[in-house]
């Protein structure tokens, strides 16, 4: 990111635009400020002209510069779409592939003509690697610049120290950053001076406050990696589907071979020595840490690897006929029965019990789009029957064939058996099962009550009793639909 600097020739230019008197109107006042974003944003993008024109001639252009100059917005966005046009937005866009400006305001000032935003607004450039070129600034260029004895001729050792700490974790937390934009956990070095001797007697208070404090900063950062779960996101409400879990973690087999091989390099080793000859208090708990990140990336390397034979019936699940969706639940289970019985770390009931659940997610889901598609409520009720009773054909399969292999894992495997609680295995599947025989019931009785809809009762009294009949009839199902919405609150899947 870097702000960008006003050309002089630029400035002459500028010194000839009309400053905006009193007897100028609004309109004047505003093409001002359309020109002095439009060369800003030519100079910067380095596009052709003609896309800039189609940008600063639309309504969203205008509007936004309007929102930016009367202090509606602190700042604007011109960025380019993955269509190739160029775009304009208060907020800043995130993930984009090329270069983009953004202009902010030094103040909540409402802004005029060109002295105004000359003086107030200043812009930079965003792309793909700006906190890496951030960061090579900072610790190439304006770190030594900073700690050279030259720049701080005549300070005191207060201020001294202060910047240089500073400005150490500045760098620190930009490369923290940068891991984390990346999915890893990057562990940022002490200044090099304060380990590369390993000499008891060459280091001072100060230098071992500095190690321990990046070890404390390493702790926090490695403890918040290995206490995620793929469970945490039903704690949270959420109902994820099978391939989460497998992108849970491969992600995390990935970050913790990262964080181990950072952990036994070279560096991390000199900086835990010298932790262990000046006898730190923090060297044996972070000792016992670097065990659990090799445990933690043993786990997540073996669960990957058994998970990845999963991973093409659970594509199935997603893409099979509705229909045909029971004929790839035997050998899903039959490979979940293999992990059982060769994992060394999925072989437990809480890791199988979230898998178990996060494919019932996986088959609420296609059994809500199958009832949608078919709109239910629409179409003829004795067409909702079956497509009802297909959708109850599905989803009781599965629970069918998972018991028929939970007596198998009992067989095959006698000393670690499954032992599954169904409340725990199925309470999403039971309750979705439970409102689908609700809707059905529902049309089964609608079909009943239609036939009486052509109900004729002769006699001197028939037109009376037909009468009856057919308002028998309307309020049987009325009662019927209220006691459905007061226990389900709504007709929604």
Known sequence: MSDQEDDPKEEEEVAEQPQGGDGEDGESKADEKVMWFERRITAALKVKPDRIKNLVRGDNFSKQVSRFCDGTSSHVHVFE?????????????????????????????????????????????????????????????????LSSKEFQEGWSEVMRKELTDNMNTFVANTYVVIGEMGGRTLLPLPPDNT???????????????????????????????????????MLEGLHPGPDEELEFWSSKAKNMNSVHVQLTSAKVAKVVKVLELTKSTYFPAFHRLCKEVKDAADEANDNTMHLKTLEPYLQQIKSEDFASLHTVYRPMMHTMLLIWKHSKFYNTSTRMVVLVREICNDIIKRSQDFINDAKIFEIDPAESVDVLKECLRVCIAFKSVLFDYKTRATVESPKHPWKFKNSALFPRMDAFLERCHDILDLMQTIVQFSKLDKVEIGGTKGKALTSNVQQVRCVALLAWWYKYVCIHGERSF
């Open 81 to 145: 779409k993955d269509s190739g046009e160029l775009d304009i937005a208060s907020d800043v866009q995130h993930k984009l592939k090329k270069k983009s400006i953004v202009f902010f305001k030094r103040g909540n000032d409402s802004l005029g003509g060109y002295s105004d935003l000359n003086a107030h607004v200043c812009c930079s450039e965003l792309g793909q690697n700006t906190a890496q070129v951030m960061l090579s600034v900072s610790k190439s260029v304006f770190l030594p610049i």
């Open 195 to 233: 380990y590369a001797n390993l000499d008891k007697s060459s280091h001072d208070k100060e230098s071992v406050h500095i190690l321990e404090s990046s070890i404390i900063s390493w702790t926090a950062q490695i403890k918040e990696v290995l206490v995620k779960d793929p469970e945490q996101r």
